[in-house]
Nanobody
Framework: QVQLLESGGGLVQAGGSLRLSCAASGRTFRSYAMGWFRQAPGKERELVAALGWSSGTTYYADFVKGRFTISRDNAKNTVYLQMNSLKPEDTAIYYC???????????????WGQGTQVTVSS
């Protein structure tokens, strides 16, 4: 069982940056693939970025490539999402997710956080 707690969301102007953090409970954090999803009002939840347990495998959705970076610190049981050059269309609730298998993140997750709101003003 893994519990996930996001932080770092907020209101930022277009072009600005935010860093989301996700603290995970449990001693087996390093064995999980981690991801960030987002859901905007009226839209389905979508995968933003994913990271394998060893940080050797990464995925970025086309709409964030070159702007967002996912990383993890296994010593701190934490995964991050650095978001730069934010756009109003990035406004959404961002969810941290964990999965036993990396491929699971391409369609969902085994565990979810509660989400953190990111609002980008124009």
């Amino acid at each position: 069982q893994v519990q996930l707690l996001e932080s770092g969301g907020g209101l930022v102007q277009a072009g600005g940056s935010l860093r989301l953090s996700c603290a995970a409970s449990g001693r087996t954090f390093r064995s999980y693939a981690m991801g960030w999803f987002r859901q905007a009002p009226g839209k389905e939840r979508e995968l933003v970025a994913a990271l394998g347990w060893s940080s050797g495998t990464t995925y970025y959705a086309d709409f964030v490539k070159g702007r967002f970076t996912i990383s993890r610190d296994n010593a701190k049981n934490t995964v991050y999402l650095q978001m730069n050059s934010l756009k109003p269309e990035d406004t959404a609730i961002y969810y941290c997710a964990a999965a036993t298998y990396y491929r699971t993140l391409m369609r969902g997750a085994d565990y979810w956080g509660q989400g953190t709101q990111v609002t980008v003003s124009s």
